[in-house]
């Protein structure tokens, strides 16, 4: 099989599966881009096969995980919970189909306009690429501190920084110790995810509690009403006002220049900073969620191209979490030989523009063809427990095959203390950032 026609397989695969994925409420979208990343990864696939694949997957799963937010007022991702509240206010007065239809829009105005941008400032980057490489762990710090002020728990997300890296180093450190794995070797794919799924093992920790448990039961079923949407008008000018599109455009590009911060807190910046209106609650309520569906396409596709391209290290939360797999995943890549350093900036252009042209078209039709018909389909027919059993388990398995049975109680520990500081504000970013910002300075405070 040509490598075009491979490409070609692995986008549509990779739209196949992250429209069903995205569709389930509750799902993260490290823990589920990352296993069927790495495993493409680990089958010595060709690089350009690897990098269509995810660029198709993180702009299908941007699309669809909000789907759910809008019509049964659930969560798909992480990215998905600032829309939370005006989905909630839109789904009360009847409007989730036209939700639906604004959200569409708002993710192909984000890649209509942060691909091209990414790309050319990745190309202006790329020149001081090993310059930037020498700061990298400042550039950690940096953002762990920025994001940390960012963040509602501003106090308890700076205190956290230097006991959660005391607490990955420690892990790392008991493992050269004790020849589970080489001196040297960073653990970092199974402590990530650790991080990302910590607030269901803290969720699912505290089902052991009987008053929990009770506090949980009901002998009512929930009721969902999916509305049915109006399949006949794709228009996105139609469909959207010009202060929609021009507000969701700007957003889009200005993200791209902040591409090392949290795309979680630029989305819920950017969503009330842009999403002011004094035309009424429900015209303001469409206007924020254009934005941020715009903002999630954009914050993602800079996140990765342009460490990717420019770099080859993960420098942002995008390349920490549900990149990783592109630049760490041994023996494959290394944060030395990966796609980076495989591809050529042109070899990377055709992958990257045709999974997002594939991608943002289907996921767009599908989306305001078939939202009503795919969330039943979903909702009915795949049991959530069932997705989130499967990825739990691909965890496990990964933390066995990067440190032996031990890592997996490593990261039952570190899961346990992220969910924890997760529930008291300190966000992903924070942790992300303190985890690859951990050995330098775990270094300083001993140095």
Same mark, same amino acid.
């Given at each position: 099989?040509?490598?075009?026609?491979? /490409?070609? #397989?692995?986008? !549509?695969? @990779? %739209? =196949? +599966?992250?429209?069903?994925?995205?569709? &389930?409420?509750?799902?993260?979208?490290?823990?589920?881009?990352?296993?069927?990343?790495?495993?493409?990864?680990?089958?010595?696939?060709?690089?350009?096969?690897?990098?269509?694949?995810?660029?198709?997957?993180?702009?299908?799963?941007?699309?669809?995980?909000?789907?759910?937010?809008?019509?049964?007022?659930?969560?798909?991702?992480?990215?998905?919970?600032?829309?939370?509240?005006?989905?909630?206010?839109?789904?009360?007065?009847?409007?989730?189909?036209?939700?639906?239809?604004? /959200?569409? #829009?708002?993710? !192909?105005? @984000? %890649? =209509? +306009?942060?691909?091209?941008?990414?790309? &050319?400032?990745?190309?202006?980057?790329?020149?001081?690429?090993?310059?930037?490489?020498?700061?990298?762990?400042?550039?950690?710090?940096?953002?762990?501190?920025?994001?940390?002020?960012?963040?509602?728990?501003?106090?308890?997300?700076?205190?956290?920084?230097?006991?959660?890296?005391?607490?990955?180093?420690?892990?790392?450190?008991?493992?050269?110790?004790?020849?589970?794995?080489?001196?040297?070797?960073?653990?970092?794919?199974?402590?990530?995810?650790?991080?990302?799924?910590?607030?269901?093992?803290?969720? !699912?920790?505290?089902?052991?509690?009987?008053?929990?448990?009770?506090?949980?039961?009901?002998?009512?079923?929930?009721?969902?009403?999916?509305?049915?949407?109006?399949?006949?008008?794709?228009?996105?000018?139609?469909?959207?006002?010009?202060?929609?599109?021009?507000?969701?455009?700007?957003?889009?590009?200005?993200?791209?220049?902040?591409?090392?911060?949290?795309?979680?807190?630029?989305?819920?910046?950017?969503?009330?900073?842009?999403?002011?209106?004094?035309?009424?609650?429900?015209?303001?309520?469409?206007?924020?969620?254009?934005?941020?569906?715009?903002?999630?396409?954009?914050?993602?596709?800079?996140?990765?191209?342009?460490?990717?391209?420019?770099?080859?290290?993960?420098?942002?939360?995008?390349?920490?979490?549900?990149?990783?797999?592109?630049?760490?995943?041994?023996?494959?890549?290394?944060?030395?030989?990966?796609?980076?350093?495989?591809?050529?900036?042109?070899?990377?252009?055709?992958?990257?523009?045709?999974?997002?042209?594939?991608?943002?078209?289907?996921?767009?039709?599908?989306?305001?063809?078939?939202?009503?018909?795919?969330?039943?389909?979903?909702?009915?027919?795949?049991?959530?427990?069932?997705?989130?059993?499967?990825?739990?388990?691909?965890?496990?398995?990964?933390?066995?095959?990067?440190?032996?049975?031990?890592?997996?109680?490593?990261?039952?520990?570190?899961?346990?203390?992220?969910?924890?500081?997760?529930?008291?504000?300190?966000?992903?970013?924070?942790?992300?950032?303190?985890?690859?910002?951990?050995?330098?300075?775990?270094?300083?405070?001993?140095?």
């Amino acid at each position: 099989m040509g490598i075009f026609l491979q /490409m070609i #397989v692995a986008i !549509l695969a @990779g %739209v =196949v +599966i992250y429209t069903l994925i995205g569709f &389930i409420p509750g799902t993260d979208e490290t823990s589920v881009l990352v296993p069927i990343t790495l495993t493409l990864v680990l089958t010595g696939v060709d690089a350009r096969v690897i990098l269509a694949f995810f660029v198709a997957a993180i702009i299908t799963l941007s699309v669809t995980n909000a789907i759910p937010t809008a019509l049964v007022g659930l969560p798909g991702g992480v990215m998905a919970t600032p829309m939370m509240e005006h989905s909630l206010y839109l789904k009360d007065k009847g409007l989730s189909a036209v939700v639906i239809k604004k /959200m569409a #829009v708002g993710s !192909l105005i @984000g %890649v =209509v +306009i942060a691909l091209p941008t990414s790309l &050319i400032l990745a190309s202006l980057i790329a020149p001081y690429g090993n310059f930037l490489k020498q700061y990298s762990s400042l550039l950690f710090v940096g953002g762990a501190i920025f994001l940390s002020l960012l963040s509602k728990a501003k106090i308890l997300s700076l205190l956290s920084i230097i006991p959660l890296s005391m607490l990955f180093m420690s892990l790392r450190h008991l493992y050269w110790g004790t020849g589970i794995v080489p001196e040297g070797k960073n653990i970092t794919v199974s402590f990530f995810l650790a991080i990302t799924i910590g607030p269901l093992i803290i969720n !699912l920790i505290e089902l052991f509690s009987k008053s929990n448990r009770e506090k949980l039961e009901t002998d009512k079923n929930k009721e969902i009403i999916i509305p049915k949407m109006d399949t006949k008008q794709l228009n996105p000018f139609k469909i959207s006002t010009k202060e929609e599109m021009g507000r969701a455009a700007i957003s889009s590009f200005i993200s791209n220049f902040l591409f090392v911060l949290s795309p979680v807190g630029l989305t819920i910046l950017f969503g009330e900073i842009m999403g002011k209106s004094k035309k009424g609650k429900t015209e303001e309520s469409f206007l924020t969620i254009t934005v941020m569906s715009a903002m999630i396409q954009a914050t993602y596709i800079s996140g990765i191209l342009i460490p990717i391209i420019a770099l080859g290290i993960p420098l942002s939360p995008v390349s920490i979490g549900p990149g990783i797999a592109l630049f760490d995943a041994e023996p494959v890549f290394t944060t030395q030989n990966n796609i980076h350093h495989i591809l050529s900036f042109k070899e990377m252009l055709l992958p990257i523009i045709l999974a997002a042209f594939i991608a943002i078209t289907v996921s767009y039709v599908l989306t305001n063809k078939y939202a009503s018909s795919i969330s039943n389909f979903v909702l009915k027919k795949i049991p959530h427990e069932a997705i989130l059993g499967l990825f739990i388990s691909f965890i496990i398995l990964l933390s066995y095959m990067d440190a032996g049975v031990v890592n997996i109680f490593g990261v039952l520990l570190i899961s346990i203390v992220s969910g924890f500081l997760n529930r008291q504000g300190v966000n992903y970013g924070v942790q992300f950032m303190a985890l690859y910002a951990a050995p330098w300075i775990i270094t300083q405070l001993v140095g």
